[in-house]
């Protein structure tokens, strides 16, 4: 296909961008620069494409955006080799943020079995939740696509739009040549307001059932395995048969948002969809994964065989999702180095004493009172090209470079650590 879209050194406002910013990855819109050096999004008003570009207002990197170890100015060279010697005298680091793309991935695996170190995401308790339902009992999820051409009943156990604003499109919600008649259903939470007034759709919002949202799809579960529930809410009950006798029913949910020990409420969200399938059609459709979260989690499982929360210890491979959530080994003190990876926002680390390695936008704030080796870093689909997972998990969408900016990728930084790791 020769077009822009294939052309990475095409001109921003000339090519269709790859938005990195969340996992519905929309890769419909342009982006223009304007004369102050700031980027402005074309063909959408999406809030967090918006705020994403709004981090790089100028033409190029500033000046300051250069390593730094212990705030002295130093090569990638020399800031490699620090954070190197760091990671080298320590008995167990940790390697968390972990916000970048396939590539940086792959090369933070390589450095965690070199350390061994280890590895947990930002979001990892989100990760952890949808992990753990799938590991217990499996699930039947879907698309992006086959929710647009075949979902006639959404039933929503969060609201989308409020951190994926371009769901519904993205979904054709509205559009009735796809499917004529749509109808969502919000359990315990108010409708998204973008759907208002838009053409084929049915909206609706129905309580928990003892306003608990564990006891509402249990029931819910229940009812669409015919089973008997004294006392169900009616209107759960009316929910069930509808969910029965629609062509294609999809559940929406984030587990980010899920309540303490929403692995519970994810498995029986799965059991639901099992039991609508030996009468009809229906799927998952967990959303999340941003900040690269379900691109590591893929990544690293597939070149370990385990998801995060695992060190390479000298032993081999341990997955302990519990004992290594990277919050309860800082506020134990379990780690003794942290390396903190953000290549998407300029949000600070943890807060802490312990030696840093920070790989991060170069707007990143420093920490103060702690050694620091700090390496900026360009942001995937902005200052490089890349590769994301999208949040459905089985599409990995390619990312142009819309302003490449002279840094190093977080590979590039990983793998010159990698190298000085082993010739220290």
């Given at each position: 296909m020769d077009d822009a879209r294939d052309d990475p050194s095409a001109p921003a406002a000339e090519a269709p961008w790859t938005c990195p910013f969340c996992t519905l990855l929309c890769d419909g819109y342009g982006v223009a620069a304007q004369a102050d050096g700031s980027l402005q999004l074309l063909g959408s008003d999406c809030p967090r494409a918006q705020r994403g570009l709004a981090q790089f207002r100028a033409a190029s990197p500033a000046p300051a955006a250069t390593p730094l170890v212990n705030g002295a100015p130093a090569s990638l060279e020399e800031a490699a080799a620090a954070a190197a010697a760091?990671?080298?005298?320590?008995?167990?680091?940790?390697?968390?943020?972990?916000?970048?793309?396939?590539?940086?991935?792959?090369?933070?695996?390589?450095?965690a079995e070199r350390s061994g170190a280890v590895s947990d995401h930002l979001h990892g308790?989100?990760?952890?939740?949808?992990?753990?339902?799938?590991?217990?009992?499996?699930?039947?999820?879907?698309?992006?696509?086959?929710?647009?051409?075949?979902?006639?009943?959404?039933?929503?156990?969060?609201?989308?739009?409020?951190n994926f604003p371009e769901f519904f499109r993205r979904c054709g919600i509205g559009d009735t040549s796809l499917v004529p008649q749509r109808r969502l259903v919000y359990l315990g939470l108010e409708p998204d307001a973008a759907l208002q007034g838009l053409p084929g759709v049915t909206v609706d919002a129905l309580p928990l059932q003892n306003g608990d949202?564990?006891?509402?799809?249990?029931?819910?579960?229940?009812?669409?395995?015919?089973?008997?529930?004294?006392?169900?809410?009616?209107?759960?009950?009316?929910?069930?048969?509808?969910?029965?006798?629609?062509?294609?029913?999809?559940?929406?949910?984030?587990?980010?948002?899920?309540?303490?020990?929403?692995?519970?409420?994810a498995e029986c969200l799965h059991q639901t969809v099992n039991a609508l399938n030996h009468v009809t059609r229906a799927a998952s459709l967990p959303l999340g994964g941003n900040d690269g979260a379900g691109t590591v989690q893929q990544v690293f499982t597939w070149l370990s065989g385990l998801p995060l929360r695992t060190q390479a210890s000298p032993l081999g491979l341990e997955h302990d999702p519990l004992r290594?959530?990277?919050?309860?080994?800082?506020a134990q003190g379990d780690v003794d180095a942290l390396l903190w990876v953000n290549a998407f926002h300029p949000e600070p680390p943890p807060e802490?004493?312990?030696?840093?390695?920070?790989?991060?936008?170069?707007?990143?704030?420093?920490?103060?009172?702690?050694?620091?080796v700090f390496i900026p870093v360009a942001t995937p689909g902005i200052g490089h090209a890349a590769h994301l997972f999208r949040t459905d998990g089985t599409v990995l969408m390619p990312l142009r470079a819309?302003?490449?900016?002279?840094?190093p990728s977080v590979a590039a930084a990983?793998?010159?650590?990698?190298?000085?790791?082993?010739?220290?």
């Open positions: 760091l990671l080298r005298r320590s008995r167990l680091p940790l390697l968390g943020g972990l916000a970048t793309d396939v590539a940086g991935a792959r090369a933070l695996y390589r450095l308790e989100a990760l952890f939740t949808a992990a753990r339902a799938l590991q217990d009992r499996g699930g039947f999820t879907t698309t992006l696509a086959e929710v647009r051409n075949r979902a006639d009943l959404l039933l929503c156990f969060t609201r989308p739009g409020d949202l564990f006891t509402t799809v249990s029931v819910l579960q229940a009812l669409c395995a015919n089973r008997p529930v004294p006392g169900a809410d009616p209107a759960l009950v009316a929910l069930s048969e509808a969910l029965i006798a629609a062509h294609y029913a999809v559940l929406v949910w984030e587990p980010a948002r899920l309540p303490a020990q929403g692995a519970l409420v290594f959530e990277a919050r309860r080994l800082l802490g004493r312990l030696p840093l390695v920070l790989l991060g936008h170069p707007g990143t704030p420093l920490p103060a009172g702690r050694e620091v819309l302003r490449p900016d002279g840094l990983v793998a010159a650590i990698g190298n000085a790791f082993e010739t220290a």
